[in-house]
């Protein structure tokens, strides 16, 4: 039997393989952000298609960090009958899902939250729209909206939470001193950035317990000038496992990188995969709770010898899986070509439309002439 497919656990978490649905925006949500029957299918195809574990769209923990439309929300008890629906409905078919808990911060949508994005400081420079730059009171309500959206995922069924601290968003913001530049005990070096995410991590564990999994999603970099660093990130990270963190999964980059990032397009060869790798090798010398890598995984051989040399304990995807839900039932069954994902970033454009995220390319070669 391949590594890829041995059984493990993440704190009493029985996962049965090692690939996990990385999440994203679906686009699949109502206007209010409750859960679909559209949005619990794409969930129960995931769980049915053999992912060991199904990361949740980043759902939005307060309603003033929004990112889009159509996403899914955790910022109120009123959501969690549905979110229990789709629980159930992905325990039913066999799967594992763990709610990613987010806010957007700089990037949240105004037009949707009907304030000033939220930001961890304001500068000239940063936008060219108004800012509400976070005061510690904003800051001591945010480490409870996120206390109290972990206690609704665990009312709700969910098998554990993820705190999203990659790409941009908020959290992401504190750690990044090309954003962070504040002048109390929350800027400066690497021990003030993370604070916010202690605080978060010890509300959340105080609201859900011990034994429920606890992960984070952080940028090993996030290419921009000045911004977070690997020494600095893996830094963040050591503190976050001495606190208790269950597991790391480890991205890059934020939604301005632009060419200082990997390329998330054009992935068709095994070089370009796993961009992440050399990131996630220095991290695992340091850190001593499973790595989740993300970041361009497309064949099952690059998966296979990543988690066999010791790089990174799970394998992350998420485009690959718009594509084929059940790419992991098919690697299992013996057919071990790559995933058909042609990593060609049309699957968004749907979701903007309002249709929910789906393979374009993919419907456009079902309807070729034959």
């Known amino acids: 039997m391949s590594v890829l497919f041995k059984t493990s656990e993440i704190n009493g978490m029985k996962l049965s393989n090692r690939f996990v649905r990385s999440a994203t925006w679906e686009g699949m949500a109502a206007d209010d952000g409750s859960v679909t029957p559209k949005l619990t299918r794409t969930m129960v195809d995931l769980a049915e298609g053999g992912v060991g574990l199904i990361i949740s769209g980043h759902a939005y923990v307060s309603q003033e960090g929004q990112a889009g439309p159509w996403q899914m929300g955790i910022y109120t008890d009123e959501l969690i009958d549905g979110l229990k629906s789709m629980t159930d409905a992905v325990h039913n078919a066999g799967g594992k899902i763990v709610a990613q808990l987010a806010h957007a911060g700089h990037f949240a949508i105004k037009e949707l939250t009907k304030q000033p994005p939220h930001v961890v400081s304001n500068f000239d420079g940063l936008s060219k729209s108004p800012r509400h730059e976070l005061t510690k009171e904003d800051i001591q309500n945010l480490v409870r909206a996120y206390a109290k959206a972990a206690q609704r995922a665990k009312t709700a069924g969910f098998d554990g939470v993820q705190i999203h601290s990659a790409h941009g968003y908020l959290l992401s913001q504190f750690l990044s001193p090309a954003y962070n530049r504040r002048k109390d005990n929350y800027d400066g070096a690497i021990e003030n950035r993370v604070r916010i995410h202690l605080e978060i991590l010890q509300a959340i564990r105080q609201a859900v317990g011990s034994d429920f999994p606890i ?144 393979c374009v390319t993919d419907e456009l070669e079902k309807t070729k002439p034959s």
């Open 215 to 358: 992960l984070i999603k952080i940028n090993c970099e996030d290419f921009i000038d000045n911004g977070l660093s690997l020494k600095d990130s893996i830094s963040a990270s050591k503190m976050l496992t001495d606190a208790g963190i269950d597991a790391i999964e480890l991205s890059g980059g934020t939604l301005s990188s632009g060419k200082l990032s990997p390329s998330r397009s054009g992935i068709n060869k095994e070089e370009k995969e796993a961009y992440f790798k050399e990131a996630a090798a220095a991290y695992k010398k340091e850190i001593h709770v499973p790595l989740i890598l993300v970041g361009g995984n497309r064949s099952f051989s690059v998966a296979e010898q990543t988690i066999e040399s010791g790089t990174a304990d799970y394998i992350s995807m998420c485009r690959p899986f718009i594509r084929e839900p059940g790419l992991i039932n098919r690697w299992q069954s013996g057919d071990t070509s790559p995933a058909r994902c042609k990593s060609d970033n049309l699957c968004f454009g749907p979701a903007l439309e309002g249709k929910g995220v789906y």
